[in-house]
């Protein structure tokens, strides 16, 4: 395979110089952000998006709201679903308290996903046969509608990929109103996580005759659950 | 290798004749074109995110030799395994490679362009591997045998009939061809290959230089599969597909999302900085980064060309252009079809014989020029590749002979006089209604579908030399 030191030299030559050792220039150039003159409507405009995208949402201040938004939304189905399927409900290592609360009043066990079980390949089954799985998130980006999460050893990445119903719990703070604010806090970050995974809304294609379709490969269902406390 | 066995003007004329083709390609470029507006409209400064995106784009390719150093710097300290390959064949035996040392079996692939360019599939299959494209519509031509007809709706031929009777051999029962069943069909089989799957293979949008980190777009969450599940990664890059940092990311990926479907963001954007931790519970252990020169750097040393390679393949141009809406893509017979198609082919292959044709495949009416989100000249990088192919003297024969005769009357006044006067005797077997109609060869090629006016009674040098006479009369 060619050596990186003359593929590089062979680009500087037809760039006419020899290799760069010092880096460029920063770039030069302004774009005007999106900015919401009130950020107390940036939970409202977040979730208006969101739904807008075909996901399910809702604002709560409390435990007792969430316990009613999600039997609201999932009746008494999580108790059929365990009852065939002890893993069922799959979630990271921990959510926000209040989740983790109303799960218990609700007696819904949550399975976690990083402990399912010791083989990879045993997990992205249970993961694929779960039938919800729950997760927090990092941020959210209240223009584009998206949840913004990021990989860790307390977490997994297939918890939002493979079950057919994907529930995101995120606090109000951790709203932002576009996409560069959320990437300049990564860049903060020093070295970004192995994965940073940006949801908007439900899997998507239009792939035959344009013909919009929801839940190719990811979930079909997706809800959020903004926490402002 | 070739895709078609057809010339050129077979291909054309089929597609001409195909209207499910004309009908289905107007109807996708025309929603793909419309929802761009609505997206860029409700931005309300388009411009300003253009004009940041093409400076962008030009100084990471005027300073590519740096930003592609760092990238490679910074992907190897994390671990990493950077390949570098000249050609196609370059690439293709890394890939091989890298399969055959892990005994893989089952491929699961995202889309990738680069694939598509170096003919992956046909190599890893004849290796007796199973790789499996996994976007619905990459799925689609797969099974079909055909190369993509849009970059970002690779199967926009197909009538959901003609894919279920794609699917059906595989599902073994009839299949209704409605939407809903055709695509519960392709997640439920998917499903069986992304579990299985021994080497994922990706794709890269945008590659971050000061990070080492690998931008994936999708819409459908088959890129998350395949860079989640699979134990071993590999991704396939043009070496141009860099941007310096996370600051220009955002610019890149509102143009990319918006020029592309009208999204604000993609369904899914996935941002890998791999490998993955070693206490992670999913991501690839083992990741590989093919990065994929194919004469990249002979358009970064020409000047004239150096733009083209400021794309961000969102195929914007396509969607606009009035050529590939009356034929679609299969009729330009490369990989990488519409206007930047016909840009890039004949300057990535360098092969005039058989990719001539393209920059003749434009009406230079500029529409590209004006969807393209990151401003490359598209029009103007035709017309000089038109001179490029006329200067390397890869013109038939017959036009040779036309300019050469031309040529010959425009510097023998006396000679084109007389001929004028010939030809307004000649010209009347065959008007009718005050035009020409009709001709011997070459000119019937036009007058098959247009007409021509008539030669003048009085010819431009007559009346100009009366309008002096009567002026010397006048002072």
């Given at each position: 395979?060619t050596?990186?030191?003359?593929?590089?030299?062979?680009?500087?030559?037809?760039?006419?110089?020899?290799?760069?050792?010092?880096p460029?220039?920063?770039?030069?150039?302004?774009?005007?952000?999106?900015?919401?003159?009130?950020?107390?409507?940036?939970?409202?405009?977040?979730?208006?998006?969101?739904?807008?995208?075909?996901?399910?949402?809702?604002?709560?201040?409390?435990?007792?709201?969430?316990?009613?938004c999600?039997?609201?939304?999932?009746?008494?189905?999580?108790?059929?679903?365990?009852?065939?399927?002890?893993?069922?409900?799959?979630?990271?290592?921990?959510?926000?308290?209040?989740?983790?609360?109303?799960?218990?009043?609700?007696?819904?066990?949550?399975?976690?996903?990083?402990?399912?079980?010791?083989d990879?390949?045993?997990?992205?089954?249970?993961?694929?046969?779960?039938?919800?799985g729950?997760?927090?998130?990092?941020?959210?980006?209240?223009?584009?509608g998206?949840?913004?999460?990021?990989s860790?050893?307390?977490?997994?990445r297939?918890?939002?990929?493979?079950?057919?119903?994907?529930?995101?719990?995120?606090?109000?703070?951790?709203?932002?109103?576009?996409?560069?604010?959320?990437l300049?806090?990564?860049?903060?970050?020093?070295?970004?996580?192995?994965?940073?995974?940006?949801?908007?809304?439900?899997?998507?294609?239009?792939?035959?005759?344009?013909?919009?379709?929801?839940?190719?490969?990811?979930?079909?269902?997706?809800?959020?659950?903004?926490?402002?406390? | 290798?070739?895709m078609?066995?057809?010339?050129?003007?077979?291909?054309?004329?089929?597609?001409?004749?195909?209207?499910?083709?004309?009908?289905?390609?107007?109807?996708?470029?025309?929603?793909l074109?419309?929802?761009?507006?609505?997206?860029?409209?409700?931005?309300?400064?388009?411009?300003?995110?253009?004009?940041?995106g093409?400076?962008?784009?030009?100084?990471?390719?005027?300073?590519?030799?740096?930003?592609?150093?760092?990238?490679?710097?910074?992907?190897?300290?994390?671990?990493?395994?950077v390949?570098?390959?000249?050609?196609?064949?370059?690439?293709?035996?890394?890939?091989?490679?890298?399969?055959?040392?892990?005994?893989?079996?089952?491929?699961?692939?995202?889309?990738?362009?680069?694939?598509?360019?170096?003919?992956?599939?046909?190599?890893?299959?004849a290796?007796?591997?199973?790789?499996?494209?996994?976007?619905?519509?990459?799925?689609?031509?797969?099974?079909?045998?055909?190369p993509?007809?849009?970059?970002?709706?690779?199967?926009?031929?197909?009538?959901?009939?003609q894919?279920?009777?794609?699917?059906?051999?595989?599902?073994?029962?009839?299949?209704?061809?409605?939407?809903?069943?055709?695509?519960?069909?392709?997640?439920?089989?998917?499903?069986?290959?992304?579990?299985?799957?021994?080497?994922?293979?990706?794709?890269?949008?945008?590659?971050?230089?000061?990070?080492?980190?690998?931008?994936?777009?999708?819409?459908?969450?088959?890129g998350?599969?395949?860079?989640?599940?699979?134990?071993?990664?590999?991704?396939?890059?043009?070496?141009?597909?860099?941007?310096?940092?996370?600051?220009?990311?955002?610019?890149?990926?509102n143009?990319?999302?918006?020029?592309a479907?009208?999204?604000?963001?993609?369904?899914?954007?996935?941002?890998?900085?791999?490998?993955?931790?070693?206490?992670?519970?999913?991501?690839?252990?083992?990741?590989h980064l093919?990065?994929?020169?194919?004469?990249?750097?002979?358009?970064?040393?020409?000047?004239t060309?150096?733009?083209?390679?400021?794309?961000?393949?969102?195929?914007?141009c396509?969607?606009?252009?009035?050529?590939?809406?009356?034929?679609g893509?299969?009729?330009?017979?490369?990989?990488?079809?519409?206007?930047?198609?016909?840009?890039?082919?004949?300057?990535?292959?360098?092969?005039?014989?058989?990719?001539?044709?393209?920059?003749?495949?434009?009406s230079?009416?500029?529409?590209?020029?004006?969807?393209?989100?990151?401003?490359?000249?598209?029009?103007?990088?035709?017309?000089?590749?038109?001179?490029?192919?006329?200067?390397?003297?890869?013109?038939?024969?017959?036009?040779?002979?036309?300019?050469?005769?031309?040529?010959?009357?425009?510097?023998?006044?006396?000679?084109?006089?007389?001929?004028?006067?010939?030809?307004?005797?000649?010209?009347?077997?065959?008007?009718?209604?005050?035009?020409i109609?009709?001709?011997?060869?070459?000119?019937?090629?036009?007058?098959?579908?247009?007409?021509?006016?008539?030669?003048?009674?009085?010819?431009?040098?007559?009346?100009?030399?009366?309008?002096?006479?009567?002026?010397?009369?006048?002072?």
């Amino acid at each position: 395979m060619t050596n990186a030191n003359d593929f590089i030299s062979q680009l500087a030559s037809k760039l006419g110089r020899s290799t760069p050792t010092v880096p460029p220039p920063l770039i030069d150039f302004h774009v005007p952000q999106y900015r919401l003159s009130n950020p107390g409507e940036r939970s409202t405009i977040f979730l208006h998006n969101w739904q807008e995208l075909g996901g399910k949402g809702v604002i709560v201040k409390t435990e007792d709201q969430t316990v009613s938004c999600l039997k609201e939304w999932f009746g008494d189905l999580p108790l059929s679903w365990i009852k065939d399927n002890p893993q069922a409900i799959l979630a990271w290592d921990s959510l926000p308290t209040l989740a983790e609360t109303a799960f218990s009043t609700l007696n819904w066990p949550l399975a976690r996903y990083t402990m399912a079980a010791p083989d990879p390949r045993e997990r992205y089954s249970i993961a694929a046969q779960a039938e919800l799985g729950i997760t927090g998130a990092d941020w959210g980006i209240a223009l584009s509608g998206t949840i913004v999460t990021n990989s860790s050893a307390q977490r997994g990445r297939a918890v939002s990929l493979l079950p057919p119903r994907h529930l995101a719990f995120i606090e109000a703070s951790k709203l932002r109103d576009n996409l560069s604010e959320v990437l300049e806090e990564v860049s903060a970050l020093g070295s970004p996580p192995s994965a940073i995974e940006m949801i908007s809304g439900p899997s998507r294609t239009s792939d035959i005759e344009m013909d919009l379709s929801i839940g190719v490969h990811g979930p079909i269902e997706v809800y959020v659950i903004v926490i402002d406390t | 290798m070739t895709m078609y066995n057809s010339s050129v003007d077979q291909r054309v004329d089929a597609a001409l004749a195909n209207n499910f083709l004309r009908q289905a390609t107007r109807r996708a470029t025309d929603r793909l074109r419309h929802n761009k507006y609505k997206a860029t409209d409700e931005l309300g400064s388009w411009e300003e995110w253009r004009n940041a995106g093409a400076s962008i784009r030009s100084h990471v390719i005027e300073n590519l030799d740096y930003y592609l150093q760092q990238l490679i710097q910074q992907t190897e300290k994390r671990g990493v395994q950077v390949h570098l390959a000249k050609t196609p064949e370059d690439a293709v035996a890394v890939v091989r490679d890298i399969v055959q040392k892990h005994d893989a079996k089952n491929v699961i692939k995202s889309k990738s362009m680069i694939s598509e360019e170096i003919y992956l599939n046909h190599f890893l299959q004849a290796d007796g591997v199973l790789s499996v494209e996994t976007d619905l519509g990459e799925y689609i031509i797969q099974i079909a045998g055909e190369p993509p007809s849009h970059i970002i709706v690779p199967a926009m031929h197909k009538t959901r009939q003609q894919v279920a009777d794609l699917f059906e051999p595989i599902a073994g029962h009839t299949l209704s061809s409605d939407t809903p069943t055709l695509t519960r069909f392709v997640r439920v089989r998917m499903r069986e290959q992304f579990l299985r799957g021994d080497i994922g293979i990706t794709g890269c949008n945008f590659a971050v230089a000061n990070t080492g980190s690998i931008v994936m777009v999708t819409n459908e969450g088959n890129g998350r599969m395949v860079s989640t599940l699979p134990r071993v990664q590999i991704t396939l890059m043009g070496m141009e597909r860099i941007v310096p940092s996370f600051r220009e990311l955002d610019v890149m990926l509102n143009l990319l999302a918006r020029s592309a479907t009208g999204q604000r963001l993609s369904s899914y954007t996935t941002i890998l900085t791999p490998p993955r931790q070693s206490t992670e519970s999913d991501g690839p252990e083992e990741f590989h980064l093919v990065i994929l020169d194919h004469n990249r750097s002979e358009i970064l040393g020409d000047k004239t060309f150096r733009p083209a390679l400021n794309c961000i393949r969102c195929g914007a141009c396509f969607n606009v252009c009035p050529v590939y809406r009356q034929i679609g893509g299969h009729a330009y017979g490369s990989v990488y079809s519409g206007p930047i198609g016909s840009v890039i082919t004949p300057l990535l292959e360098k092969n005039w014989e058989k990719w001539g044709h393209l920059p003749f495949f434009s009406s230079l009416c500029g529409a590209c020029s004006e969807a393209c989100p990151v401003h490359i000249p598209l029009h103007d990088l035709l017309v000089k590749l038109r001179a490029r192919k006329t200067i390397s003297g890869h013109t038939p024969q017959i036009e040779q002979q036309i300019f050469k005769a031309y040529r010959y009357f425009f510097t023998h006044e006396k000679t084109l006089r007389r001929a004028l006067r010939l030809g307004s005797r000649l010209q009347f077997p065959f008007v009718r209604n005050g035009r020409i109609t009709g001709g011997p060869p070459p000119l019937s090629n036009w007058t098959k579908s247009r007409t021509l006016p008539m030669v003048a009674p009085k010819s431009f040098m007559q009346v100009w030399a009366d309008l002096k006479l009567n002026r010397k009369s006048s002072e």
